[in-house]
């Protein structure tokens, strides 16, 4: 089977490379690319930067290299059911937007992972409150990027699965403003970010700190996950 997965920064594919077969560069108009195999299928991994419209970007840009037998979102989230911990992984049933709805397919496992909807949006969640509302929608866990790809999949007629792996938890506020700092090019502006924490030490340079830490414990579960996952 001919995997494409969909995630908007390399960091999100850190555990995933450690158990793709000979991964290696690959000319494909996005930001960047690598294929491989992993457990038996031939994957090419794409990140695009942050947001709907750059992950449904990739899609396009994609495919007609690739022809893929399923598309997948992957990367992180937060969540929003307060039951799911750092580094859970969570396989989507639904995908929601705004007025938007797109199935997913199941994928399987003997890795332990939860089932649940989750919620696109176009701003970073920073709140406890917002995930609260998210959560009473029937969400699970929110992000940017996989309505993105569920659309152009469903558009090309191609199978949909949704996978991520969790950063912050449903009862978190977040202190620094990383919307604030996304830029153009769907990237975050990291001098940004780190002169905002300075500006407040004491709240916000622990959290970045933190989030290193969870991304690269999400990471290494996604690797995991897929390592061994049955499509």
Known sequence: MKLLLVAS???????????TAQPR???VAVDWARCGGINGHEVLLVANGVGRKRAAAAVDVALPNFPADRVISTGFCGAVDPQLVVGGVVVGTLVAAAGQRFGALAVASPRAFALGVVWTVDQVARSAEGKRTLRAAGGSVVEMEAAGVAERAEALQVPFSC????????GEDMANDFGAALRFDGHFDTMRIIGDA???PAARLPELIRLQRRGARAARALGEFFADCRF
Request: proline letters at 4%.
């Open 9 to 19: 920064d390399p960091m999100e594919f850190r555990g995933i490379l450690t158990v």
């Open 25 to 27: 560069k690959v000319d």
């Open 163 to 170: 996978v991520r792996a969790v950063t912050d938890l449903a």
């Open 198 to 200: 300075l500006r407040h």
